[in-house]
């Protein structure tokens, strides 16, 4: 084979072995891509350093007291909005309840094709936040914090992983996945941070221990 046909035909082997590697890029998840970015390790020991530490309060406390899912954009409430947000190929139907596509889980590295397989995690639980600090809201705060879309705070995951995480901290529970855990307690600290909300020793303790690997 003449040399100018070799060098081309190893030039279009190079060529599509970095164009298969491209499309195997796109098409693997990426842990945080769907959460908003949390900010910086450095920033969130900063942040945390900052944080009041106190005893947690449950008193009072109800689920009803943080009202959702609203209306976030069209037909789509929360729920549907995250879905769409975190999922890939998401097919909506009029009322934007999703009827296909597939959710990646960072939590666990599972993925699912039924939207049912999934809920929306507060990664901050609701219950988490009225023992820090929500007890103190107005209905209309806590309703916005039970529905920010913004703040690295509202996550698809695998149903059963975030019925199972409940209403821990970091002290007591934590993704499966390690890959992810510098992503949730950046984002952990970052959404206390915003809404002013205290931790607790052990809570503060497993944080600092988390991000100093970060």
């Not at 900052?50 to 009202?67: H, I, K, M, W």
């Not at 769409?84 to 998401?90: F, I, L, Q």
């Not at 600290?189 to 100093?212: I, P, R």
Request: some cysteine; hydrophobic content about 40%; proline content about 5%.
């Amino acid at each position: 084979m003449p040399k100018f046909y070799a060098r081309r035909r190893v030039s279009i082997l190079a060529a599509l072995t970095g164009l298969i590697a491209s499309v195997a890029l796109l098409n693997s998840p990426t842990a945080s891509a769907a959460l908003p970015t949390p900010v910086s390790a450095s920033t969130a020991r900063s942040y945390l350093s900052q944080l009041t530490v106190a005893t947690e309060n449950r008193t009072g406390y109800s689920r009803d007291l943080f009202p959702t899912w609203i209306t976030i954009s069209g037909t789509c409430n929360t729920r549907e909005w995250i879905l769409k947000r975190d999922g890939t190929n998401v097919v909506t139907d009029s009322a934007c309840a999703a009827t296909s596509g597939s959710w990646y889980s960072p939590y666990d590295g599972a993925t699912w094709t039924a939207a049912s397989d999934v809920d929306i995690d507060h990664l901050v639980p609701l219950a988490e936040a009225w023992d820090s600090g929500a007890s103190k809201w107005t209905t209309s705060q806590r309703q916005a914090f039970a529905n920010d879309v913004t703040r690295p705070q509202l996550l698809a995951v695998t149903d059963n992983v975030n019925q199972a995480k409940g209403d821990q901290d970091p002290a007591t529970w934590m993704p499966s996945r390690t890959a992810y855990r510098c992503t949730y307690v950046r984002a952990w600290v970052q959404v206390k941070y915003y809404y002013g909300l205290s931790v607790d020793s052990a809570e503060k303790t497993a944080l600092t221990n988390y991000l100093a690997s970060c």
